[in-house]
């Protein structure tokens, strides 16, 4: 004989596994499939808007569809800055391209700016006043009111805009 309580129990159990399988999460029917990650490299970063300032341990991770900058501290992801082909999502929030330019640098000067290309030390804007050195190359650029400097080298990338004091800097650990 089976007492109430376990009976109820029985049912109750019933019941919420039923539930998940007409929301289809039995089994990882809403799951994502796991991206495949290319490359991982730990790096101390220097992140700095109008809004807000991180300097921390992170990684810079490229995946087949994107690219992302995470920053941690004791472990805890303070920022998850993730490059897609046709958006950049900040901590979860999804911009386009152009509308993250206009919130970090106030106008539209840098539209073309290639954010995946400054994560992973390539050059920007086709190489334009691309000078090459011994250790990486710099470029120095001009947009309306907006100088930026871009320097990469073997152990650090550091992208800075003059005007409205956005600063990446991305040093290897």
């Known amino acids: 004989m089976v007492s109430c309580s376990y009976r109820r129990r029985i049912l109750i159990c019933q019941a919420f596994l ?3 399988i007409s929301l289809g999460l039995w089994a990882g029917g809403c799951a994502k499939s796991p991206q495949i990650l290319e490359s991982t490299s730990p790096k101390i970063i220097f992140f700095k808007t109008s809004e807000f300032q991180f300097y921390d341990t992170g990684f810079v991770k490229k995946y087949p569809n ?12 303070l920022l998850d800055f993730s490059v897609f ?11 386009s391209p152009l509308s993250l330019i206009r919130n970090f640098f106030k106008n539209d000067a840098l539209a073309g700016l290639d954010f ?3 994560l992973l030390g390539k050059e920007i804007f086709q190489g334009k006043n691309k000078i090459q050195n011994a250790k990486g ?9 907006n100088t930026i400097f871009y320097q990469v080298s073997q152990d650090k990338i550091i992208f800075r805009d003059e005007k409205s004091g956005f600063i990446l800097e991305i040093s290897n650990l």
């Open 18 to 20: 039923s539930f998940l």
């Open 66 to 77: 994107k690219t992302a900058l995470e920053i941690f501290n004791a472990g805890n992801l």
């Open 85 to 95: 082909k046709n958006q950049i999502c900040l901590n979860g929030q999804c911009y």
């Open 116 to 118: 995946e290309a400054i």
């Open 137 to 145: 190359f710099s470029q120095k650029l001009s947009f309306q009111e």
